[in-house]
Structure formats: structure tokens, C-alpha cells
T-cell receptor, first 115, second 112 residues
Framework: NAGVMQNPRHLVRRRGQEARLRCSPM?????VYWYRQLPEEGLKFMVY????????ESGMPKERFSAEFPKEGPSILRIQQVVRGDSAAYFC?????????????FGPGTRLTVL | QQPVQSPQAVILREGEDAVINCSSS?????VHWYRQKHGEAPVFLMI?????EQKGHDKISASFNEKKQQSSLYLTASQLSYSGTYFC?????????????FGTGTKLQVIP
């Protein structure tokens, strides 16, 4: 039973380029959460999605960042015109329901480096 | 609001015990504990719910004091494999959906 998959594991971009991060949730999971982790810091909530819907994007920067979770395929976190401050590890997590007793299972993360 | 964890870092010898605390300024509904090793994904340890019992498995257990808005993670007879950063995540209410706010973490190093 495959866990949460993220790719790429490492991504290098130059300032001004676009970064696309993919997350495939665990089989049977339809709830996806994206987090950002800066070096030596905790996980910061970015966005919560269900299939085809953004439920809560209160943690997403207003500009340049977007997320989607289409009916078919992985969830995508897209960062346009990247800047050095976007360098971080981006983790997604999935759960089978949205209830508070459910567990979020994390993927291995994508480490984004902006040159 | 981000929960506060203490201590920020701790070094243990194998076999020693440790307690990691997680405090919130707001009333909590649940507390989630995760461990993350360097360069890896956070791994779920346990969830404690308001009104629930103290939980644990193997030599790792946790408690949730609703009145103090605080949770503690207890590691007994620590093993080298316990090394990593421990995060607590808190939820303020049960309505709607999960929204976990994570603390800044406690770095635990177990040495032989």
C-alpha cells in the first residue's frame, strides 16, 4: 500500500521561473493538505483541498501561489515567478476524511531551492 | 495561534527519559504528535482528543490537560531511534475540518 508520493524530491529553479510540485495522496484518500517548512522551523499550513475544491487557503500567500486537486491526477502546488524566499521544503499530507480524529499522513517532501 | 514547545532541544543518553511539552494560549480540541528525522517526512505518533485518555504505545506516551491547554509527550528508556525533531500540532475546535497548527519543534538527540 503506497504512501503519499511527492515529486520531484528536489527542485532547483532560478528567480522568476515557475515551480510545480506534485502530490499523490494515499489510495482512498481524498483530502490533501500542503505545508511549507523553512530550515530549522515548524510546518506552516498553506492550503487544504478536497477533490476539485479548495476548502481553506488561508495559509497561502496572496500572490504567485496556487493549488489544485483535480478529479483525476495529483494535487499540484504551483509557484510562479519564484524568489529566493520561496526556498523551503514543501510537504503534502493526505487523510481519508476531514474529521479531527483522522490522521494526516505526510509525503517525503519536495525541497525547492531558488538560485 | 502557534503552540509553544519546550524544551527547544534536549540530549539524552540511551535509556534515559524525556518529557516534551506543548502549550497553547487558546482552548484546544485536539493535539497531534509527530516525529521528523532530518530530511524525512514527519511520522505520526498519536492524537489526543479533548476529554480523551492518556495514550501511548511502546515506550512513548502522551497526556492532554484541557484545563491548562497543554500536552506532554513522554519518552521512557529512550533508544537511539528516538532521535529527531518532535512536533506537536493543535486544533482549536471540532467543527468543519482538520486544521492543525504546528509548533516549532523539539530537537531530541539520543546518544550511546
Amino acid at each position: 500500500n503506497a504512501g503519499v508520493m511527492q515529486n520531484p524530491r528536489h527542485l532547483v529553479r532560478r528567480r522568476g521561473q515557475e515551480a510545480r510540485l506534485r502530490c499523490s495522496p494515499m489510495k482512498g484518500h481524498s483530502h490533501v493538505y500542503w505545508y511549507r517548512q523553512l530550515p530549522e522551523e515548524g510546518l506552516k499550513f498553506m492550503v487544504y483541498l478536497q477533490k476539485e475544491n479548495i476548502i481553506d487557503e488561508s495559509g497561502m500567500p496572496k500572490e504567485r501561489f496556487s493549488a489544485e486537486f483535480p478529479k483525476e491526477g495529483p494535487s499540484i502546488l504551483r509557484i510562479q515567478q519564484v524568489v529566493r524566499g520561496d526556498s523551503a521544503a514543501y510537504f503534502c499530507a493526505s487523510s481519508s476524511t476531514s474529521v479531527v480524529t483522522d490522521t494526516q499522513y505526510f509525503g517525503p517532501g519536495t525541497r525547492l531551492t531558488v538560485l | 495561534q502557534q503552540p509553544v514547545q519546550s524544551p527547544q532541544a534536549v540530549i539524552l543518553r540511551e535509556g534515559e527519559d524525556a518529557v516534551i511539552n506543548c502549550s497553547s494560549s487558546k482552548a484546544l480540541y485536539s493535539v497531534h504528535w509527530y516525529r521528523q528525522k532530518h530530511g524525512e517526512a514527519p511520522v505520526f505518533l498519536m492524537i489526543l482528543l479533548k476529554g480523551g485518555e492518556q495514550k501511548g504505545h511502546d515506550k512513548i506516551s502522551a497526556s492532554f490537560n484541557e484545563k491548562k491547554q497543554q500536552s506532554s509527550l513522554y519518552l521512557t528508556a529512550s533508544q537511539l531511534s528516538y532521535s529527531g525533531t518532535y512536533f506537536c500540532g493543535t486544533e482549536l475546535d471540532s467543527g468543519g475540518y482538520q486544521k492543525v497548527t504546528f509548533g516549532t519543534g523539539t530537537k531530541l538527540q539520543v546518544i550511546p
